[in-house]
């Protein structure tokens, strides 16, 4: 794997700083076009053209006249000669419409439907969703987005030739309703989605994969195909609609939960770069991220690759040889390479470019990095709900104004004018501050906590995926079973050997409920509680144990959570 700084000098500029914009590979793979972002609270509107056998930037007269105007959060397909720019925003604005951009004129129109044909030539407009042309046909198939008021897990497909777009019906399972995911399509034409948000702000790490749209796929040479649950047809290129797959690889080395990341299909290898998320156990800072993760076709695994761990550096990466993070940034492929531009770092928009290499070589791709070796059957999309710790809200709830704190809260000139320009103060897409160091005071070394708890970080992502793949009626049912432990886990001792040895910034908001469970079992097994009113002391110096037992999970105070931790891990150590 190898990054290298692209710089095309030859012509014009390159595109201004931005996010949120897209770049897509026309005429054969002979340009690349760059369309629209955003840049502090300024949308932008303009076609910028890398020709790539040149190696310069231009823009063509033409396309500055007329176009969909400014806009970001749009999806982008090209199909033969042609370029469809599909939905977005502007402002608080979402698009339905869609515009085509004639790459041999470079020329905009709007696409309107064909005489004769019947069905609508918009859809509901929305921002932050994914397209991708299926197969080698004049369709498109687009999923998900925010619409303005709810998070969406419709998919349509526009028919290029007549304009004209349908409604897709799935059986169950399907992906969730979420926006700023990402989609690709690999080789055999499955279109593979990844990550995203989702309502109240959950952020997720389940891998999809959707087939059937094209009708002439063969189903019998899918290496994706869950043979459990699609047995091979009974003929070639026979298919029953299309359907979506939750993909569960192997390998520990799968990308946390995210959004505004790119997934790019290359040959052997599948690319996840980048995004921003969460900073890890119920912390509620955000972090942007330039770490980069593979699936390996040949072996079905997710990879890490060495080299691209997160990093705190800003723009420029932690070397000239590494692009530093972000997230709503644009990435396509570009013959065996992917060209990634621009992006938003949490401070500012970024306009550079660069190249990844990945060397296929030596027969494991050359990655340098890791991967698992177990299965994990029980993946869930990780959740980090943020309505404990949520900033003051002003009214709005897109997933904009939820990564407006983000775009526009940092520090510099893109704060200050996105303030002048009246952006929403609302709580960021990803998260603002460290809940770690709301309960302990003080902030964390994160390279020395990322370096102690590296060791346990696989097995804490496998309790966490256990938990979490378990729903309110899993639950419940299990409970009216008498089973207080469906998934297992506490036979094992995976649960318990957590607790006994993670610090307070370890636990994260949604092992809250959990987590009393937890220290009211093996506190209370004991005896060491007392009633809620009384007080007293174990022992010289000491306070007494059990004092937490009367208290509910919802009404738990940050600052008792390291006492309790304290008493719970007592208690496990006396009852080992």
Request: proline share 6%.
């Given at each position: ?16 700083p931005?996010?949120g ?14 369309f ?5 609270s ?7 053209v ?8 231009w823009?063509p ?21 042609q ?23 470079w ?29 080698g ?27 004209v777009w ?21 080789q ?26 094209d ?81 390996d ?17 800003g ?12 997230a ?23 306009n550079?470019?660069?190249?990844l290499?990945?060397d ?63 952006s ?12 770690g160091?709301?309960i ?63 610090d ?10 959990r ?39 919802e ?22």
């Amino acid at each position: 794997m190898r990054w290298t700084e692209a710089s095309f000098t030859n012509g014009q500029p390159p595109p201004s700083p931005r996010s949120g914009h897209s770049a897509t590979v026309v005429n054969g793979g002979e340009d690349v076009v760059v369309f629209g972002g955003l840049h502090t609270s300024n949308f932008i509107g303009e076609t910028v053209v890398l020709s790539l056998s040149e190696g310069r930037w231009w823009r063509p007269p033409s396309a500055a006249v007329g176009g969909p105007g400014p806009r970001a959060f749009h999806c982008a397909v090209a199909v033969d000669k042609q370029l469809f720019v599909i939905c977005g925003r502007t402002g608080r604005q979402q698009h339905g419409d869609t515009w085509v951009l004639d790459t041999t004129t470079w020329e905009w129109r709007p696409m309107g439907r064909m005489p004769g044909a019947v069905g609508s030539d918009t859809i509901a407009p929305r921002d932050f969703g994914t397209a991708q042309r299926v197969g080698g046909t004049d369709k498109i198939v687009l999923f998900g987005g925010y619409d303005g008021k709810k998070w969406l897990s419709d998919a349509h497909v526009l028919d290029t030739a007549n304009g004209v777009w349908r409604l897709l019906n799935f059986p169950s399972p399907s992906p969730s309703p979420r926006s700023g995911h990402a989609m690709s399509t690999a080789q055999n034409g499955r279109h593979l989605l990844f990550g995203g948000q989702g309502p109240n702000g959950t952020l997720c790490h389940d891998l999809w994969a959707l087939r059937g749209v094209d009708e002439t796929l063969d189903d019998d040479h899918d290496e994706f195909r869950d043979p459990s649950r699609d047995p091979p047809t009974q003929s070639s290129g026979a298919s029953r609609g299309p359907r979506w797959t939750r993909l569960q690889l192997r390998g520990d080395a799968q990308p946390s939960a995210r959004a505004g990341h790119a997934l790019v299909a290359m040959d052997r290898f599948i690319v996840v770069f980048g995004g921003g998320g969460g900073k890890g156990w119920m912390s509620k800072q955000q972090e942007y991220r330039n770490d980069l993760h593979v699936i390996d076709r040949e072996s079905m695994r997710w990879r890490r690759l060495a080299g691209s761990a997160p990093s705190e550096a800003g723009r420029g990466g932690l070397s000239p040889t590494q692009p530093g993070p972000r997230a709503f940034h644009a990435m396509c492929r570009v013959g065996e390479r992917a060209l990634l531009i621009g992006g938003f770092t949490g401070s500012e928009a970024l306009n550079d470019a660069w190249w990844l290499d990945l060397d296929e070589g030596d027969g494991t791709g050359g990655l340098g990095g890791s991967e698992g070796g177990q299965d994990l059957s029980a993946m869930a999309a990780l959740s980090a709900p943020m309505n404990m710790m949520s900033s003051t809200m002003s009214g709005l709830s897109s997933p904009f104004d939820r990564m407006s704190q983000s775009l526009f809260g940092g520090t510099g000139e893109d704060a200050k004018a996105a303030a002048v320009a009246g952006s929403p103060d609302t709580k960021s897409m990803f998260s603002l501050t460290s809940l770690g160091d709301a309960i302990t005071g003080r902030r964390t070394n994160r390279a020395g906590r990322e370096s102690a708890n590296l060791e346990n970080k696989t097995k804490e992502e496998k309790i966490r995926v256990v938990l979490e793949s378990i729903d309110g009626e899993l639950a419940a049912k299990a409970k009216s079973e008498g089973n207080d432990d469906p998934t297992g886990m506490n036979n094992k001792g995976w649960i318990r050997e957590f607790y006994a040895s993670c610090d307070p910034e370890d636990l994260k908001i949604g092992d809250m409920k959990r987590f009393v469970r937890e220290y009211r079992g093996a506190v209370g097994s004991i005896a060491l509680g007392t009633p809620a009113d009384l007080t007293g002391t174990d022992g010289p110096g000491q306070e007494r144990r059990g004092r937490f037992l009367h208290v509910e999970a919802e009404s738990l105070r940050l600052a008792d959570v390291p006492a309790m931790l304290t008493e719970l891990q007592g208690a496990l150590i006396e009852g080992a």
